[in-house]
């Protein structure tokens, strides 16, 4: 498979919907995409007009600031003390990584590639895009011989559902007896709410409760478009067993893949300030107490949404019948048919609203 032969981008669908919700006397409010509306935090942006002097090449491994600010904030806030500069690799975004890694793993046909069952598409995109075969499965008993790379979402996008310690050291375990590589997509880990995740750290996959003393075969990937507003900025990581990230650097030399100089500065200063994370997790959690009660006063069910940016719900019936409905209230979302095929009839909302589109849209669905 080629890029040709990919899919319509499923968005595209979206559209009348969309017009509709704009018609709507009072205005759309759109909770369709996870795109940051809140601003940059000036920490960051400072960083950035600083480095603006970016006059040579930037280094595909990153700074010598950045590195050492990953490896701080691995201790810091995730649990997974002790990295060192050559485990870590900065990336343009997190989807392009997630795109590309079959890839740059050297996955094939042949090859299968496991990805959750309730999932965004560019898990399937970049198995398909190398001839591997994509499997959607959550239950590690359930990974077939011949898996390649396996993809954990913890997190979860669409479903917010978050995997504990056991979960996680039952799914490292078996992609080490397959000899597969296992990748944490963690990037909404500062998001947690329901539970123990809200006042818990959520666990990384390279938590050394999970791996043991060396993360063999296994990868982390976070970024930091959630958590400090910089999804313009296209900045994310990836870190982990020392092998696979070296491999990762010299075949991203050869790709030209560098995070922009500057954006490597911001990137450092973003991870060195944990206040401006608190302070726009506060927000996003005001959204929240505000859309849950008003979607199950709906008639929605919420199912999962115990972390992240997003509420997974479903009223029993197929998820473009629920699209129309909300769509007449002004309301643009998700349907599940976007997150793999056994979720018709869920759709997601994004909390990534301003705060008075979301309390508009609250006070339509409860009415």
């Excluded at 032969?5 to 409010?29: K, M, N, Q, S, T």
């Excluded at 990137?267 to 401006?276: C, F, V």
Aim: hydrophobic share 45%; proline share 8%.
């Amino acid at each position: 498979m080629g890029v040709a032969d990919l899919a319509e981008y499923p968005w595209d669908a979206i559209a009348p919907y969309a017009a509709r919700a704009r018609a709507h006397p009072d205005g759309i409010v759109d909770l369709s995409i996870g795109s940051p509306v809140d601003a940059t935090p000036a920490v960051v942006r400072d960083a950035l007009t600083a480095a603006t002097d970016a006059h040579a090449y930037p280094q595909t491994v990153g700074t010598p600031a950045l590195r050492a600010a990953i490896a701080d904030w691995y201790a810091r806030r995730r649990g997974v003390p002790g990295l060192t500069s050559a485990q870590i690799v900065p990336t343009v975004g997190s989807k392009e990584l997630v795109a590309l890694l079959p890839l740059l793993l050297g996955v094939g046909p042949g090859d299968v590639v496991v990805h959750p069952r309730a999932a965004y598409p560019t898990y399937e995109v970049g198995a398909r895009l190398v001839g591997a075969t994509p499997l959607a499965g959550d239950d590690p008993a359930e990974w077939p011989v011949g898996t390649r790379l396996i993809w954990l979402n913890s997190p979860g996008n669409p479903d917010g559902r978050v995997r504990d310690i056991r979960s996680l050291q039952t799914a490292v375990a078996r992609a080490r007896e397959l000899g597969a590589v296992i990748a944490g997509d963690e990037c909404y880990a500062e998001l947690g709410w329901d539970g123990p995740w809200d006042t818990e750290p959520i666990p990384s996959i390279l938590d050394p409760r999970v791996v043991g003393a060396e993360p063999a075969g296994v990868l982390s990937v976070y970024s930091l478009s959630k958590q400090s507003n910089l999804a313009g900025y296209r900045a994310a990581f990836v870190a982990g067993d020392r092998a696979l990230t070296e491999a990762l650097v010299t075949a991203r030399k050869h790709l030209g893949l560098m995070v922009p100089a500057p954006v490597q500065a911001a990137m450092a200063a973003a991870l060195g300030d944990d206040a401006h994370v608190a302070g726009q997790k506060a927000l996003y959690r005001r959204r929240r107490d505000l859309l849950k009660p008003a979607v199950e006063a709906a008639g929605f069910r919420i199912d999962g949404s115990e972390a992240g940016l997003y509420l997974w719900a479903t009223e029993g019936r197929d998820a473009w019948e629920s699209i129309d409905r909300l769509a007449e209230l002004g309301i643009l979302a998700g349907p599940g048919h976007f997150y793999g095929a056994d979720f018709p009839q869920h759709i997601r909302l994004s909390l990534t609203a301003a705060d008075e589109r979301v309390a508009a849209a609250a006070s339509r669905l409860r009415s």
